[in-house]
C-alpha cells in the first residue's frame, strides 16, 4: 500500500485487467497460449529482495471524479514517525540532508503563498520532502495522479489526509488547478507539484517542464492581487540528489545475470559493467525495433532510439490528428492520451477497437520510458558516476520486468532553491516563460553542483 501513497505525478505501467497487451511479467506480451502472460519475474537469487508490488495501473476506465484533499495536520504528523524506518526498507535511503531551507522559511514568514517545484527521479521523491517539512514545521499539499486514489480504499485514505488530491492527466482538470490556486492563495501550506510530469530515473538530466506550473503559480498571483492579500506568490526550485553509498558491482551484477538470462545468454562476468549495459541496451532497443517497425535497425544507438521514438509518435499524431505536439515525449504521450482515452472511458467502442486503442497506449508508454536514457550518461571510455550506472540498471529492469528492486544504501540531499517570484501577468515580450526558465536554470545549476561531489569510478 505504502508504494501508492508517493505523491508521484506519473505511474509506472500502462497495465489493465483489460489490456491484452501485457501479462504479469511485465514483458508486455502474450504467452504462446494466445493468452495473457501470469508468469511471476521471479528474484535473482535464493532471498533475494524485489518489490512485492505491481507498478501502478495508470490508465483507468472509468469516468474522473476529482478526490479533494483533508486539510488536517494530525495524519501527517503521525505518518512522519514512520517514514525513516520506511524509506530505509523499501527504497535504501539511510540518511538525508536538508540545505537552504531558510530561502523558503523566509518566504512563508513573508507571508507568500508557496509553489515547491522539485526534480522528479524516483519514486521516493515525494518523501524526502518530509525532513523540510520538519525543519519549516508545515505540512504540505501535493497533485497526485488520479490513478494512485484507485488503487484501494486505504491508500485513498491515507492519501488523502497527507494533503493530497487528485489530478487528471487525460484532460483538462478544471478542479485541481482550481484547488492548487486556492491552496496557493491561503498560503497556509506550501504545494509540491513536480514540473516534469513524470518520473526519469536520470537525477543528474532534467526533462522538459509542463507549463502548468508557472500557469497555476501565475493564477494565483492574480487572485491575491485581486483580493488584496499581503504577499505574493513565489516559487522554490528543489534539488533531490540521490548518493549511492554501496559496493556498486556487488548491486548492479545480480540484475544484469537476470536479464541477460531472458535474452537465454551466459552470464557475461568477464566484461566490464558498462560493456553489458552497452549490449542489454542494444538487445532491449533491437527487440521494440522488431516490434514496431518489423526489423532491428543499425547505426548509432541514440540516434536509433530518436528515430523510433519520432516513427511511432508522429505516425499515433498524424492518425489521432494531434497538432499541438508539445515539448518533450511526456507532452506529446499526454496529448495522444487525451484523445485515445474519452471513449474508452465511455464505453461507446467495439471491442475490437478497445483492444487497438490499449495497443497504442502501450506503445506511448513504451516509447515515453525510451526517452528517459540520456545521450553519454554512461561512458566507456571515461570514469561514470556510480549513481548513473544504478540508474541505468534500474531503468533496464524496470522496462524490461515491470520491477525495480530497492538498492541502497542511499544519502540524499534536498537542497531548497531560491525565491522566484511570480507576476500575475506573463511578459508576452519574452519568447519563454521566466518562470519555467528560472525552475529549469536553479534546478540545473544545483544538481551539476551536488553531482560534482559524487565520486567518480
Same mark, same amino acid.
Request: glycine residues 8%; contains cysteine.
Given at each position: 500500500?505504502?508504494?501508492?501513497?508517493?505523491?508521484?505525478?506519473?505511474?509506472?505501467?500502462?497495465?489493465?485487467?483489460?489490456?491484452?497487451?501485457?501479462?504479469?511479467?511485465?514483458?508486455?506480451?502474450?504467452?504462446?497460449?494466445?493468452?495473457?502472460?501470469?508468469?511471476?519475474?521471479?528474484?535473482?537469487?535464493?532471498?533475494?529482495?524485489?518489490?512485492?508490488?505491481?507498478?501502478?495501473?495508470?490508465?483507468?476506465?472509468?469516468?474522473?471524479?476529482?478526490?479533494?484533499?483533508?486539510?488536517?495536520?494530525?495524519?501527517?504528523?503521525?505518518?512522519?514517525?514512520?517514514?525513516?524506518?520506511?524509506?530505509?526498507?523499501?527504497?535504501?535511503?539511510?540518511?538525508?540532508?536538508?540545505?537552504?531551507?531558510?530561502?523558503?522559511?523566509?518566504?512563508?514568514?513573508?507571508?507568500?503563498?508557496?509553489?515547491?517545484?522539485?526534480?522528479?527521479?524516483?519514486?521516493?521523491?515525494?518523501?524526502?520532502?518530509?525532513?523540510?517539512?520538519?525543519?519549516?514545521?508545515?505540512?504540505?499539499?501535493?497533485?497526485?495522479?488520479?490513478?494512485?486514489?484507485?488503487?484501494?480504499?486505504?491508500?485513498?485514505?491515507?492519501?488523502?489526509?497527507?494533503?493530497?488530491?487528485?489530478?487528471?492527466?487525460?484532460?483538462?482538470?478544471?478542479?485541481?488547478?482550481?484547488?492548487?490556486?486556492?491552496?496557493?492563495?491561503?498560503? *497556509?501550506?506550501?504545494?509540491?507539484?513536480?514540473?516534469?510530469?513524470? +518520473?526519469?530515473?536520470?537525477?543528474?538530466?532534467?526533462?522538459?517542464?509542463?507549463d502548468g506550473t508557472s500557469f497555476m503559480a501565475r493564477t494565483a498571483a492574480k487572485r491575491?492581487?485581486?483580493?488584496?492579500?499581503?504577499?505574493?506568490?513565489?516559487?522554490?526550485? +528543489?534539488?533531490?540528489?540521490?548518493?549511492?553509498?554501496?559496493?556498486?558491482?556487488?548491486?548492479?551484477?545480480?540484475?544484469?545475470?537476470?536479464?541477460?538470462?531472458?535474452?537465454?545468454?551466459?552470464?557475461?562476468?568477464?566484461?566490464?559493467?558498462?560493456?553489458?549495459?552497452?549490449?542489454?541496451?542494444?538487445?532491449?532497443?533491437?527487440?521494440?525495433?522488431?516490434?514496431?517497425?518489423?526489423?532491428?535497425?543499425?547505426?548509432?544507438?541514440?540516434?536509433?532510439?530518436?528515430?523510433? +521514438?519520432?516513427?511511432?509518435?508522429? *505516425?499515433?499524431?498524424?492518425?489521432?490528428?494531434?497538432?499541438?505536439?508539445?515539448?518533450?515525449?511526456?507532452?506529446?504521450?499526454?496529448?495522444?492520451?487525451?484523445?485515445?482515452?474519452?471513449?474508452?472511458?465511455?464505453?461507446?467502442?467495439?471491442?475490437?477497437?478497445?483492444?487497438?486503442?490499449?495497443?497504442?497506449?502501450?506503445?506511448?508508454?513504451?516509447?515515453?520510458?525510451?526517452?528517459?536514457?540520456?545521450?553519454?550518461?554512461?561512458?566507456?571510455?571515461?570514469?561514470?558516476?556510480?549513481?548513473?550506472?544504478?540508474?541505468?540498471?534500474?531503468?533496464?529492469?524496470?522496462?524490461?520486468?515491470?520491477?525495480?528492486?530497492?538498492?541502497?544504501?542511499?544519502?540524499?540531499?534536498?537542497?531548497?532553491?531560491?525565491?522566484?517570484?511570480?507576476?500575475?501577468?506573463?511578459?508576452?515580450?519574452?519568447?519563454?516563460?521566466?518562470?519555467?526558465?528560472?525552475?529549469?536554470?536553479?534546478?540545473?545549476?544545483?544538481?551539476?553542483?551536488?553531482?560534482?561531489?559524487?565520486?567518480?569510478?
Amino acid at each position: 500500500m505504502w508504494q501508492s501513497i508517493l505523491l508521484c505525478a506519473e505511474g509506472r505501467n500502462l497495465g489493465y485487467p483489460e489490456n491484452p497487451y501485457r501479462g504479469d511479467c511485465g514483458i508486455g506480451k502474450l504467452c504462446r497460449s494466445g493468452k495473457p502472460c501470469k508468469e511471476k519475474y521471479p528474484p535473482a537469487e535464493p532471498g533475494a529482495k524485489k518489490r512485492a508490488d505491481r507498478m501502478q495501473e495508470v490508465i483507468i476506465e472509468e469516468p474522473y471524479k476529482f478526490v479533494p484533499p483533508v486539510y488536517g495536520d494530525l495524519w501527517p504528523s503521525l505518518i512522519q514517525l514512520y517514514l525513516g524506518r520506511y524509506m530505509r526498507k523499501e527504497f535504501g535511503i539511510h540518511s538525508l540532508e536538508s540545505r537552504d531551507v531558510h530561502h523558503l522559511q523566509e518566504s512563508l514568514d513573508a507571508g507568500h503563498g508557496v509553489l515547491v517545484a522539485p526534480n522528479h527521479c524516483r519514486l521516493s521523491d515525494p518523501l524526502t520532502l518530509g525532513i523540510v517539512s520538519r525543519e519549516i514545521k508545515r505540512n504540505m499539499h501535493a497533485m497526485a495522479s488520479w490513478h494512485l486514489f484507485k488503487q484501494d480504499w486505504f491508500t485513498r485514505f491515507v492519501l488523502r489526509r497527507l494533503g493530497a488530491f487528485s489530478v487528471y492527466r487525460e484532460g483538462v482538470d478544471r478542479k485541481a488547478i482550481n484547488t492548487a490556486v486556492d491552496i496557493l492563495v491561503d498560503g *497556509k501550506r506550501p504545494l509540491v507539484v513536480f514540473s516534469e510530469g513524470a +518520473i526519469s530515473r536520470h537525477n543528474d538530466v532534467l526533462m522538459p517542464m509542463m507549463d502548468g506550473t508557472s500557469f497555476m503559480a501565475r493564477t494565483a498571483a492574480k487572485r491575491r492581487e485581486k483580493l488584496g492579500v499581503p504577499g505574493g506568490i513565489v516559487v522554490h526550485p +528543489i534539488a533531490i540528489r540521490y548518493f549511492f553509498r554501496g559496493d556498486l558491482e556487488a548491486t548492479v551484477t545480480p540484475v544484469l545475470e537476470e536479464i541477460e538470462s531472458h535474452f537465454s545468454w551466459y552470464p557475461q562476468r568477464d566484461k566490464p559493467i558498462t560493456l553489458r549495459l552497452q549490449q542489454i541496451g542494444q538487445a532491449l532497443l533491437s527487440l521494440k525495433e522488431i516490434e514496431y517497425l518489423g526489423g532491428a535497425r543499425s547505426g548509432d544507438f541514440y540516434e536509433r532510439v530518436e528515430g523510433l +521514438i519520432e516513427d511511432v509518435l508522429s *505516425k499515433l499524431e498524424q492518425q489521432w490528428q494531434v497538432k499541438d505536439t508539445g515539448e518533450g515525449i511526456v507532452a506529446r504521450v499526454k496529448n495522444l492520451r487525451t484523445v485515445i482515452v474519452p471513449d474508452m472511458v465511455k464505453n461507446n467502442i467495439s471491442d475490437e477497437e478497445r483492444q487497438r486503442r490499449w495497443k497504442q497506449l502501450a506503445a506511448c508508454y513504451y516509447v515515453q520510458q525510451m526517452s528517459h536514457y540520456p545521450r553519454d550518461y554512461v561512458r566507456r571510455s571515461e570514469k561514470n558516476l556510480p549513481e548513473h550506472i544504478l540508474e541505468t540498471v534500474e531503468r533496464f529492469e524496470e522496462d524490461f520486468t515491470d520491477h525495480v528492486r530497492p538498492h541502497g544504501p542511499f544519502h540524499v540531499v534536498v537542497q531548497v532553491g531560491k525565491a522566484i517570484p511570480v507576476a500575475s501577468r506573463r511578459d508576452r515580450s519574452v519568447q519563454t516563460d521566466p518562470v519555467m526558465d528560472g525552475i529549469r536554470t536553479q534546478l540545473t545549476e544545483m544538481l551539476a553542483q551536488l553531482s560534482s561531489e559524487a565520486p567518480r569510478i
